[in-house]
């Protein structure tokens, strides 16, 4: 039996979503174990919004009109929280909060733990460790820039996340042909600007914290076993507890929050991701959400509560100090999509389950709809989970079960107009 949290019934909270989030399920979840009320405001048009239960639908590339729709819901509701769950509404909900007199993380906050670019000026200014950077127009001239930049570098869209459009060149050759490859997926979804930085060697960790009036409080370092070099940076695993020195998770931790100070975050989720070197440790993106995916599954506080439910807690101002995650080992693997075309079949998904310590595995692609590996593709074809004795088990698990899943996944044949 969970506890519900006391809450006038005509208290609502506000969550805003993607039409495609992988979020939705696991919030909706939790706000039902907790007996909370909450309204989707989802990035739809109105007809389709109506197939989803209570949901107002906003148009999220329209930041004042989707302000102003959340804030008049105030002068029908008592809306006692607003939160983004997925990095595109961030801004949104931080604007309806500061005018409604709710807790929240600052516009100018939320700004920077969006846009990348801006990340790295507030960083930098904060004298967090920074890799030298600059930005470009998409317009400007690959040619020039190749010359003056250092190798090798990182280039990437300053508002994707899931590792869209991230490419690392290791010489002018490379970073002609990454610039074009970056700019073609940002004409196709959103921005005009390319962030160029140093590319920083290391071991890469995950981290999902939460912030509150008492600081912030970190859940879970994530290990990633798997080589993140490039050129492109597929996801894979994540497992924790991490098997890094204790020292180098204090320093993650002291890390994470003078990076969150120079973000200005104080409230709510905060996902990011370091990389450890010789230097120290670099922060590579601090977003203040909750981890992507289905990752937040494997996660579980005091008696049972999910990653969610400690977030709507937080929110609806609960403390949330006394819960802790629980001591098993575990990871997760976000199935990468190997190659694009038309996915037709899944095999061995009950052998790949049957190995021991994988708990499940969620497939979330859909069959016979086209799939696009990064660095264009944004989705992965599904996910497994383990629990088992020891981090290097659950890695073992999941690296074997992945093995027995077969993919089948036709060419895309594209027809041409004959003219
Ligand atoms: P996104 O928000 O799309 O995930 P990130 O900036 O977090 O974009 O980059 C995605 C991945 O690319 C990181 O997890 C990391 O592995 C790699 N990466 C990004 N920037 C750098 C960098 N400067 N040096 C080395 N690797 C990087």
């Known amino acids: 039996m969970h506890e519900t949290c006391s809450n006038n019934l005509d208290s609502i909270i506000v969550l805003l979503a993607n039409p495609n989030t992988y979020r939705g399920q696991s919030y909706a979840q939790a706000a039902e174990r907790l007996g909370l009320h909450v309204l989707w405001a989802i990035d739809i048009p109105d007809k389709l919004a109506s197939e989803w239960n209570m949901s107002l639908s906003v148009d999220f590339s329209d930041h004042d009109e989707s302000v102003r729709t959340i804030v008049d819901l105030a002068d029908e509701k008592q809306v006692v929280a607003v939160l983004a769950i997925d990095d595109s509404a961030?801004?949104?909900?931080?604007?309806?909060?500061?005018?409604?007199?709710?807790?929240?993380?600052?516009?100018?906050?939320?700004?920077?733990?969006?846009?990348?670019?801006?990340?790295?000026?507030?960083?930098?200014?904060?004298?967090?460790?920074?890799?030298?950077?600059?930005?470009?127009?998409?317009?400007?001239?690959?040619?020039?820039?190749?010359?003056?930049?250092?190798?090798?570098?990182?280039?990437?869209?300053?508002?994707?996340?899931?590792?869209?459009?991230?490419?690392?060149?290791?010489?002018?050759?490379?970073?002609?042909?990454?610039?074009?490859?970056?700019?073609?997926?940002?004409?196709?979804?959103?921005?005009?600007?390319?962030?160029?930085?140093?590319?920083?060697?290391?071991?890469?960790?995950?981290?999902?914290?939460?912030?509150?009036?008492?600081?912030?409080?970190?859940?879970?370092?994530?290990?990633?076993?798997?080589?993140?070099?490039?050129?492109?940076?597929?996801?894979?695993?994540?497992?924790?507890?991490?098997?890094?020195?204790?020292?180098?998770?204090?320093?993650?931790?002291s890390t994470l929050i003078s990076s969150a100070k120079a973000l200005g975050l104080r409230l709510g989720p905060i996902h990011a991701e370091f990389r450890l070197n010789e230097h120290g440790v670099w922060p590579i993106e601090i977003a203040g959400r909750t981890i992507g995916g289905l990752c937040s599954n494997i996660l579980s506080f005091g008696s049972g509560r999910s990653l969610e439910e400690l977030v709507l807690l937080q929110t609806s101002g609960s403390n949330i100090d006394k819960f802790t995650i629980d001591d098993r080992s575990k990871g997760v693997m976000m199935i990468p999509i190997p190659k694009s075309g038309i996915l037709r079949k899944i095999n061995g998904i009950k052998q790949a389950e049957s190995i021991d310590g994988i708990d499940k595995i969620e497939i979330t692609a859909k069959l016979n709809y086209p799939i696009y590996p990064l660095p264009e593709g944004d989705g992965y074809l599904g996910f497994i989970f383990a629990y088992c004795q020891s981090p290097y088990e659950v890695v073992e698990a999941l690296r074997t079960s992945h093995a027995l899943l077969q993919f089948h996944i036709e060419s895309e044949i594209l027809l041409e107009q004959i003219k």
């Not at 004298?127 to 010359?147: T, Y």
């Not at 981290?207 to 600081?215: I, K, N």
């Open 90 to 253: 961030t801004l949104i909900a931080a604007e309806v909060c500061s005018l409604l007199g709710l807790p929240h993380n600052s516009r100018a906050a939320a700004m920077a733990a969006r846009d990348k670019l801006v990340m790295r000026q507030h960083l930098q200014a904060g004298r967090v460790l920074c890799p030298q950077f600059m930005s470009f127009h998409h317009n400007e001239n690959p040619e020039d820039i190749s010359i003056h930049i250092g190798y090798p570098c990182i280039l990437k869209p300053l508002l994707l996340n899931g590792s869209r459009g991230v490419i690392r060149a290791n010489n002018p050759t490379e970073f002609k042909t990454a610039w074009h490859r970056v700019r073609s997926i940002i004409n196709n979804a959103v921005g005009t600007r390319i962030l160029v930085e140093d590319y920083i060697p290391g071991q890469e960790v995950a981290v999902e914290a939460l912030g509150s009036d008492t600081g912030i409080k970190i859940l879970a370092i994530f290990d990633k076993p798997d080589p993140l070099e490039g050129p492109f940076f597929e996801e894979t695993i994540y497992v924790t507890p991490s098997l890094l020195p204790q020292e180098d998770q204090l320093e993650i931790e």
